[in-house]
């Protein structure tokens, strides 16, 4: 027969309290373990938008370790991938503003860089002088070129086991982010 006092008893809960908050922490997954934070997120709307944000900020940093040995940063190469889209018209600055992934409030400056590298060329546009028409030239589709395959696999490592359902739902819960972020 055990005897139990009291102390024992106040020293087992305290054991079993230790025990089980150490638990919780090994076993806690996801951004709060990810980013060692101890207090719970404050609802689930935050803990989503901090996944993105670190989500976000990753890849880019994978990225960004893919495209350096190329010269390149991120926004460089979204601007000439965008020119490549755009074809021979090219396309005014302000357009590829509009249409970067990332915003860039010197669109002048980064396409001052690629010019100084031959990548882009600008003209003035012939029925607005204001406006500058930059177009991707063969220097700069020959970069890209060379980087297709590396990115298409970069994609494909990225989340080789998502399947195709689970990328076309990610896809589309992304949207309804988005839509809803330029009400």
């Known amino acids: 027969m055990v005897v139990q006092t009291r102390a024992m008893t106040k020293s087992f809960a305290r054991f079993e309290t230790i025990r089980y908050n150490e638990y919780n922490v090994s076993v806690a997954k996801g951004i709060q373990a990810e980013l060692k934070q101890t207090k719970p997120f404050s609802s689930l709307e935050e803990e989503a938008f901090i996944a993105i944000l670190r989500t976000a900020d990753k890849l880019q940093q994978l990225l960004l370790e893919l495209l350096k040995p190329h010269g390149l940063s991120p926004t460089q190469f979204n601007a000439l991938r965008i020119l490549r889209g755009a074809g021979e018209a090219g396309l005014p600055c302000s357009e590829i503003g509009e249409r970067m992934i990332n915003h860039d409030p010197d669109i002048t400056r980064l396409l001052d860089r690629l ?34 395959r590396p990115i298409q696999q970069f994609h494909c490592d990225l989340m080789p086991q998502m399947g195709e359902s689970n990328l076309k739902s990610l896809i589309r819960l992304l949207e309804k982010v988005r839509e809803t972020s330029e009400k």
């Open 115 to 148: 010019e100084q590298r031959d990548f882009v060329e600008r003209q003035r546009d012939q029925k607005d002088r204001r406006v500058h028409i930059a177009r991707i030239t063969r220097e700069g589709l020959e970069i890209l070129k060379g980087l297709d």
